[in-house]
């Protein structure tokens, strides 16, 4: 199983940014998929997730600002980060939710700064 995270960088106050996560190694089409963040010196904390229905479920911090979809044929989940905040910075990892319990990508790092 491999989620390979891509998409973080510097952006500034009020930017955007579009996380992608492919995975391989799993059925994807039937994966809980979503994304966690782990800002400096703080615990990781959920953002979003999709079911394979394609319903979504956010974040308090993230509702209105973020949006989770997915791409089955492609095997890959997407976070479109918009008014993004400083508060934002942090590594952002995917996960899928397996029956086994949650497996995880490498992480992307989003830095929100002027």
């Known amino acids: 199983v491999q989620l390979q995270a891509s998409g973080g960088g510097l952006v500034q106050p009020g930017g955007s940014l579009r996380l992608s996560c492919a995975a391989s190694?799993?059925?994807?089409?039937?994966?809980?998929m979503g994304w966690y963040r782990q800002a400096p010196g703080k615990e990781r904390e959920w953002v979003a997730s999709i079911s394979s229905g394609r319903r979504m479920n956010y974040a308090d911090s993230a509702k209105g600002r973020f949006t989770i979809s997915r791409d089955n044929a492609k095997n890959t989940v997407y976070l479109q980060m918009n008014s993004l905040k400083p508060d934002d910075t942090a590594v952002y990892y995917c996960?899928?939710?397996?029956?086994?319990?949650?497996?995880w990508g490498q992480g992307t790092l989003v830095t929100v700064s002027s």
């Open positions: 190694g799993i059925i994807f089409s039937s994966s809980i």
């Open positions: 996960f899928a939710r397996l029956s086994g319990g949650n497996v």
